[in-house]
């Protein structure tokens, strides 16, 4: 079984309607808990990580085999909680970020919140560190694109996403930040590869387990 972590739960039916692409029949476990979020941008994600630590334990001792955290802001201190809870955290936006970083150097980050834009980054350039490559990174706060999420207009806030995507130049790679920012990667004509987390981070994490019952 696979427990995943959201600070949102409009990421409950987008995961699993890729499970059942990716592996039909893994057991997911959802633990929704979006004050980590609220208390992360406001005071840091340092400060939300005993609670993680707690959610990454009580999923372990629950049964789940390893945790896919879905929030980009929180990623960092999810990873950090596995070494306690006796099994592997995945970030969703980890292999992401090493499929950008093999796509070109010139890498620009999409976020919709800035909170996210901060630990994206840095793990775009963990990440080149690790492959020995070089990049450059630059990141663009998407205006307005959060507030459309927080009213629940989904197609408004992937528009805003997919438009601030079209209008990036000198960039061999985009990089949506947020596991929310998905939808707009259907909705992009820009001229170099859009990714996003979802897919990338689901197929890493359900790849640790060996059989589909999880």
């Known amino acids: 079984m696979l427990a995943l ?6 990421h409950v039916p987008v995961f699993e309607a890729l499970r059942d692409e990716i592996r039909p029949g893994l057991e997911l476990r959802h633990v929704v808990a979006e004050e980590l979020l609220e208390r992360a941008r406001a005071t ?12 990454v334990r009580d999923a372990a001792d ?13 990623g ?3 990873e950090a909680a596995a070494a306690g809870a006796g099994v592997p955290v995945v970030r969703v936006d980890r292999p992401m970020a090493g499929a950008a970083v093999a796509a070109g150097p ?22 080149a560190g690790r492959a020995g490559r070089s990049v450059r990174v630059r990141t663009v706060l998407v205006p307005g694109a959060w507030e459309r999420f927080e009213a629940g207009d989904a197609p408004g806030y992937a528009r805003r996403v997919a438009d601030a ?38 197929a890493a994490a359900a790849g640790l387990l060996r059989d589909p019952s999880g």
Request: proline share 6%.
């Open 5 to 10: 972590l959201h600070t949102s739960p409009v």
């Open 44 to 55: 840091g994600p340092a400060t939300v990580a005993d609670d993680v630590r707690a959610r």
């Open 62 to 74: 629950g049964g789940a085999r390893a945790v896919l955290c879905t929030c980009s802001t929180i």
């Open 76 to 78: 960092g201190v999810a």
């Open 106 to 127: 010139r890498v620009v980050v999409l976020a919709a919140l800035k909170s996210t834009l901060g630990p994206t980054v840095a793990l775009i350039e963990e990440e």
């Open 165 to 202: 995507a079209d209008a990036v130049t000198g960039a061999d790679v985009i990089v949506l930040a947020q596991a929310s920012m998905a939808p707009a990667e259907r909705l992009t004509t820009a001229r170099v590869p859009v990714l996003s987390s979802p897919r990338w981070g689901l």
